[in-house]
């Protein structure tokens, strides 16, 4: 015999139970992120880093077209997308970042944000094959080398790029 079926719940129901689940979401894994993103900025605003970083990281960022404290938001972005995007529009609202800096770090940031946690989610979780963890690791930061690059080579062919 088979069991009965779960009774369907109406628009109302699924509504509120997706209302509750955004909302939770929203508390619970986004605003920390948004909150973490704010104070590692001022953290490193505050006791000279971010200049520091900004030095040390010059060269490599400029490749992309970028300043060197924009690599702080690809760090945010490795724990959370939220902090990297939220760390991004930090450092374009202090001046530090231009308008088409922040567009070329934009899909860097979804591509390969919140990295740890999936991959703790799940690559560690459903056990893969430990020899490959490298791989799956490095996969999402060479797309995000590559967003970047594309995405000044289409700004640059716009017209856009500084």
């Known amino acids: 015999m088979n069991a009965p079926a779960a009774p ?12 509750k689940d955004g909302y939770t979401m929203g508390t619970t894994l986004i605003a920390p992120a948004l909150v973490m993103s704010y104070v590692l900025i001022q953290f490193l605003d505050t006791t000279g880093i971010m200049k520091l970083l900004g030095e040390l990281l010059s ?3 400029a490749i992309f077209g970028l300043p060197g404290e924009a690599a702080v ?3 945010a972005a490795f724990f959370a997308k939220a902090a990297g995007c939220a760390t991004t529009a930090s450092l374009y609202a202090k001046g530090v ?6 567009t070329i770090l934009f899909p860097a940031c979804i591509t390969m944000g ?7 989610r799940v690559v ?3 056990q893969t094959n430990k020899r490959w963890h490298g791989l799956m690791f490095c996969v999402p930061v060479v797309d995000a080398i590559i967003a970047m690059f594309l995405t000044r080579l289409i700004l640059t062919l716009m017209g856009g790029a500084e």
């Open 114 to 120: 919140t990295l740890i946690g999936h991959f703790a």
């Open 97 to 102: 970042l231009t308008a088409t800096q922040a």
């Open 124 to 126: 560690l979780v459903t």
């Open 59 to 61: 060269p490599a960022m």
């Open 73 to 75: 938001a690809l760090i």
């Open 8 to 19: 369907q719940k109406n628009i109302i129901e699924v509504f509120m139970a997706g209302a």
